[in-house]
């Protein structure tokens, strides 16, 4: 197949583009024509590129609804998408799944939409979260498949009426299993690791609340990634009682290295859909302390390989962490349970199996219907 991948954003790396990176190489592998567009260029792209696999910027596209520009990338997309010709139209994240949807319709090109988490979740914005949905339930009207990373998606997309089921899937998040190395940790002080963007969504100040309230146990965080609250959260880091315990690591494709040095993987946030970060954790074999939001509990089974936390619970939050810290058997025992849920759940090749049965079902589908009209049209004539 010719596979089209469009995500909004390539110039940072979060777990959508990730995902994006790990299928688009894996397609590649199994003989599919794969080219990437999206705004922005990076880390990821470069990789991309690397690997033979041609990566498209939209000039105009942009994060934010702008009609102007947004009306200019679709015209952009369109041209692109008529001279290529492709079978699918594969999209991620909110802007990207929008006007690749309308590019679609208006190109006839099946369009598969993955949504990594609704921007109609709870935990969003109020506003956001009622204008998106009416976006969404708009472009669910002229979508043609639509992958949710998680069940809870799935379930909140029938709830706000988005798009039929016959024209849904869950498909859970992976990435591969692939060589690690072995554990490098300091002996006698426990190692947490949150990898995250510094952005609404994460909740970076959450943690650092729970463990300002651990007393007496030797402990370091290490906080990896970057984006628009970095700054703000180093000086509120500056300014409080563990600063020396906190390290800003930045933005990092070292995450199997940094995961191999830490005891614990730890990820407050206020929405998700199915965290990348999480997964790598447990593909690391590490306890894995979260908030219970989106997803998030189809990958932790509170009590076994980690332990989940009710949204803003700081008071809960310090009481696990503090429990995995002393209890260091247990910390072990919920490693093992985390890297077996990985191996027996979230295999890589099953997600891109899946993945690519969607697409050829829908471009079955859309095959079919393209016969059914040619079929009438003779009728008629």
């Known amino acids: 197949m010719k596979i089209v991948q469009f995500i909004t954003r390539m110039d940072d790396v979060g777990g959508a583009q990730i995902h994006v990176l790990d299928l688009s190489l894996s397609l590649k592998e199994a003989g599919h024509e794969v080219t990437v567009l999206s705004m922005g260029t990076g880390p990821v792209t470069e990789e991309l590129k690397e690997h033979g696999i041609t990566c498209v910027e939209l000039m105009n596209l942009q994060l934010k609804i702008h009609p102007v520009h947004d009306g200019l990338a679709l015209m952009q997309l369109c041209r692109f998408l008529k001279e290529w010709e492709p079978d699918i139209l594969a999209t991620h994240s909110s802007k990207a799944g929008m006007l690749g949807r309308i590019a679609g319709k ?12 609704w921007a109609f979740s709870e935990g969003v914005p109020e506003r956001k979260r009622k204008v998106y949905g009416l976006l969404e339930r708009a472009a669910g009207k002229i979508s043609t498949g639509v992958i949710t990373v998680s069940q809870y998606d799935y379930q909140l997309a029938l709830k706000h009426k988005v798009i039929p089921p016959s024209n849904m899937r869950t498909i859970h998040n992976s990435i591969p299993d692939i060589p690690l190395p072995p554990p490098d940790r300091v002996p006698g002080v426990t190692k947490l690791i949150m990898i995250a963007r510094f952005a609404f969504p994460k909740d970076h100040h959450h943690l650092l609340k729970a463990l300002e309230q651990i007393e007496g146990l030797p402990w370091e965080l290490d906080l990896v990634g970057d984006g628009p609250l970095l700054e703000t959260m180093k000086e509120q880091v500056k300014r409080g009682p563990i600063a020396d315990r906190v390290n800003f690591l930045g933005k990092s494709r070292d995450i199997p290295e940094l995961l191999a040095r830490s005891h614990i993987l730890v990820l407050t946030s206020r929405h998700e859909g199915l965290p990348i970060s999480i997964i790598e ?29 009710p949204r803003d619970d700081t008071g809960l939050l310090t009481k696990r962490l503090n429990s995995l810290m002393v209890k260091k058997q247990l910390m072990e025992k919920m490693g093992q349970m985390s890297r077996q849920k990985y191996e027996q759940h979230f295999a890589f090749d099953q997600m891109r199996n899946q993945t690519v049965k969607m697409y050829a079902d829908i471009l079955g589908r859309s095959v079919e219907n393209k016969k059914l009209v040619l079929s009438t049209k003779k009728r008629e004539v």
Not at 106 to 117: I, K
Not at 302 to 308: A, E, I, R, V
């Open 106 to 117: 208006m190109c006839n090109v099946p369009t598969v939409f993955t949504a990594h988490g």
């Open 281 to 309: 954790g447990m593909r690391s074999g590490l306890p894995i302390v979260a908030s219970d939001v989106g997803g998030v509990n189809e990958l932790i089974d509170d009590g076994h390989n980690g332990f989940l936390i």
